[in-house]
Nanobody
């Protein structure tokens, strides 16, 4: 189990960039898959990106490929989501999550056991 806390949200203009950070505590961090999800008002929580523990390839939602980058720093138990060319429709609460997840389930919110409280990202037009 890991305790997760996000930071870095805020207001940005369309086309701008923003980086979100996630700090996780717990011995399991290094083997956990870590993911970012987002939830806009009135919509379901949706997958953004994930990165496995113990090396491996990141996975991205089609809508963010080429614009978002997920990375992890195991020395400091951090996960970063760097977002570029942001769009107004990407306004949402962004959540960091972790868990012992198979590759087939990385895009499913139900697969993740540990969640942060979320950080608001607002993209103005």
């Amino acid at each position: 189990q890991v305790k997760v806390e996000e930071s870095g949200g805020g207001l940005v203009q369309a086309g701008g960039s923003l980086s979100l950070s996630c700090v996780a505590s717990g011995r399991m961090f290094r083997i956990y898959t870590m993911g970012w999800f987002r939830q806009a008002p009135g919509k379901e929580r949706e997958f953004v990106a994930s990165i496995p523990g113990n090396s491996g390839d990141a996975k991205y939602a089609e809508a963010v490929k080429g614009r978002f980058t997920i990375s992890r720093g195991d020395a400091k138990n951090t996960v970063t989501l760097t977002m570029k060319s942001l769009k107004p429709e990407e306004t949402a609460v962004y959540y960091c999550a972790g868990g012992p997840i198979s590759l087939r389930s990385v895009d499913s919110p139900q697969a993740y056991s540990d969640w942060g409280q979320g950080t608001q990202v607002t993209v103005s037009s």
